[in-house]
């Protein structure tokens, strides 16, 4: 089919299929739908769109989250608990974390999490940022929200260590069971890590 | 616990397979390169969810499924199985997938239809296979025999199992972050180095401790098996551990003994490793991997205190295997009330008389037995007129009567 369709078809299809999860089949079904332009103002508005993406956000300087403002929003809001700061991998994990509304504090997004096979060692994650931003401000706690996987939990370990010798409170997410979740199917390993983080109720 | 009924979807040379199972020995004869390895294969993965012959996976899946550029191609392996609890019905899916210009794969496991972890798989079905490589378990490399010892040992601890992935993992990110230290130097990496020996210990000291144990009772069963049957009391068989949890300056006898002392400790057993890799830290960077560890763990046979490796004839060697193989299914037995399944791949063919009437005599007292075989003349005839026979042909298997 290559050399039969013009130049800007075939550059579509290719660009598409370079984002994860598409294949050639589908990049070409989308590039048809939208040349073929049954939705009025959709080819437009989705250049626009992605022409916002790119001009329209940054990354905030205090917590290294993507935003349209910087400061962003969390960081510049002064109904926000400015003392304590939650350390995530991920932008996603913000949002995660602001849906359960458990959490008034700031974040501190790390862009990933320490992992020799994938190459990533500290200098490639924030955390000397993190580490800075802790000595030089006025913090009551550090919550480590990292992923509950091996690599989450080794940096974990060792945000930990960076700051064992700031006057930091510093705590880590508790696991437990899965809302929904029956003990009798749970695994030994969730299981005593629930009971591990068991709290007092009386 | 008994399967009833397998299906098979773009299983091996299987396009798609609907077998009602027997109880009692099913014999599978067909003559070469027909199938009947790729169906006891099979039974064994939805078992395990390990093929004894390839740690490619995707492999598995049929050759001709699907059609040229088709974005997924999807193997299926489907097992009915009668409990005391119930019929449970056990699914594994091998999922190749096009996604862009790179092919994935990935493997789903069901329970009655809920996916499940992979790990939730194990225990369902327990199996014994004997094919005649085993008989190279003697004689072969230590890679196969660990192999050989890890799937055994799931099959009957699923911790184990999990501890066991978890160590990998480790130890892959150890080794990468290893051979980053030999490129730019120790400077920055020292702390996540330590970090990752300490979780590398912690999982290796639990591993240490459960190969001990579970070795340990699989070996009594060996060798009384060994010696009450197969040898009547003339030769005394030891299956014993090789832990690597020290440098090789130290005996391999002396590591064990100290491990067995030691083994309701994994704590104290993590320290002894820590200090070991400490000592092999310089070496382990220039190599780019860890030294020590129960990745690089083996275990021996000795007949009458000597090496059977080293010193044994053939046919001890054979016996050895045999007796091995009855210690799974006495171990099995022992810890779950139920015989499992017992899968034997063209072993007669390899066995003289004796140990192939010990190995028929085993197998009539099993509740349920898959048997292949290329010829059906080399059993005796009693035995034939007991076994339900199936025939393979090209993939596909009529029922003989
Ligand atoms: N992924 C696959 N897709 C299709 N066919 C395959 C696949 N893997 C192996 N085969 C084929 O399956 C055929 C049957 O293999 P199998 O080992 O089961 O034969 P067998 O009946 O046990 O023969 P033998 O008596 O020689 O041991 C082989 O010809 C092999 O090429
Ligand atoms: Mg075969
Ligand atoms: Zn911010």
Not at chain 1, 26 to 46: I, K, V
Not at chain 2, 18 to 29: I, K, R, Y
Not at chain 2, 192 to 198: A, G, R
Not at chain 2, 241 to 270: F, M, Q
Request: proline content about 3%; overall charge neutral.
């Amino acid at each position: 089919m290559s050399n039969v369709l013009p130049k800007p078809v075939l550059r579509l299809i290719n660009e598409f299929g370079r984002l994860p999860g598409i294949g050639p089949k589908t990049a070409s079904r989308l590039t048809f739908y939208l040349l073929r332009g049954n939705d009025a103002g959709l080819a437009a508005d989705l250049s626009a769109a992605l022409a916002e993406l790119s001009e329209n956000t940054q990354y905030c300087t205090a917590c290294h989250n993507i935003t349209e403002q910087n400061p962003c929003e969390v960081c510049s809001d002064t109904e926000r608990d400015q003392q304590v700061i939650c350390v995530v991998e991920e932008p996603l994990d913000v949002v995660a974390i602001e849906r359960s509304r458990m959490f008034g504090g700031v974040y501190h997004v790390l862009h990933g999490a320490l992992s020799p096979v994938e190459g990533i060692g500290p200098d490639d994650l924030k955390i000397g940022e993190l580490i800075g931003r802790v000595q030089q401000g006025d913090f009551r706690e550090v919550i480590l929200a990292t992923n509950a996987t091996l690599e989450g939990d080794t940096t974990a370990s060792y945000l930990q260590m960076r700051l064992a010798d700031t006057a930091v409170r510093v705590t880590r997410l508790a696991r437990g069971l899965p809302v929904g979740g029956d003990i009798e199917y749970t695994d030994e390993v969730t299981l005593g890590r629930a009971l591990e983080g068991r709290r007092e109720l009386k | 616990m008994r399967l009833t009924h397998l299906s098979l979807t773009n299983f091996r040379n299987f396009g798609r397979l609907d077998l009602p199972v027997g109880a009692g020995v099913t014999l599978v004869h067909g003559a070469n390169a027909q199938g009947k390895t790729n169906l006891l294969e099979a039974i064994y993965y939805l078992a395990t969810t390990r093929s004894p012959y390839t740690n490619q996976d995707d492999q598995l899946i049929n050759w001709d499924a699907g059609y040229e550029g088709a974005q997924v191609v999807v193997g299926r392996l489907v097992a009915h199985v009668d409990t005391a609890d119930g019929t449970r019905h056990l699914e594994l899916r091998l999922i190749r997938e096009l996604k862009g210009h790179k092919t994935t794969f990935r493997r789903e496991a069901l329970v009655d239809r809920r996916k499940v972890r992979l790990l939730d798989l194990l225990g369902n079905l327990r199996v014994v296979l004997f094919v005649p490589t085993d008989l190279d378990l003697v004689t072969g490399s230590p890679a196969s025999r660990r192999r050989y010892l890890d799937i055994t040992l799931c099959q009957r601890n699923r911790h184990y199992c999990r501890t066991l992935s978890q160590y990998n993992k480790i130890l892959e990110q150890r080794n990468a972050l290893l051979r980053q230290m030999a490129e730019q130097g120790t400077r920055n990496n020292q702390d996540v180095l330590d970090l990752y020996t300490q979780r590398l210990v912690e999982a290796a000291g639990q591993i240490f401790a459960i190969r001990a144990r579970l070795i340990d009772t699989l070996a009594r069963d060996v060798q009384r098996i060994h010696y009450e049957q197969l040898t009547a009391g003339n030769e005394s068989l030891r299956l014993l551990y090789r832990p690597r949890l020290a440098g090789s300056d130290v005996d391999e006898t002396e590591s064990a003994d100290w491990l067995y002392n030691h083994v309701d400790n994994p704590t104290i057993i993590a320290e002894r490793m820590q200090t070991a890799l400490a000592d092999t830290l310089s070496y382990d960077i220039r190599r780019g991997a860890t030294s020590i560890g129960p990745h690089r763990d083996d275990w021996v046979f000795q007949v009458n205190g000597r090496s059977l490796r080293h010193y044994g004839s053939r046919g001890q060697q054979r016996s050895a295997v045999l007796a091995l193989k009855l210690g799974e299914i006495a171990g099995i037995k022992a810890d779950t009330g139920a015989s499992p399944i017992l899968l034997l791949d063209d072993v007669m063919a390899e066995l003289d008389g004796t140990r192939r009437q010990h190995l028929i005599t085993a197998l009539q007292q099993m509740p349920q037995a898959m048997i292949t075989s290329a010829e059906t003349t080399i059993f005796p005839p009693d035995f034939l007129a007991q076994t339900e026979q199936l025939a393979v042909d090209g993939g596909r298997v009529h029922s003989v009567i």
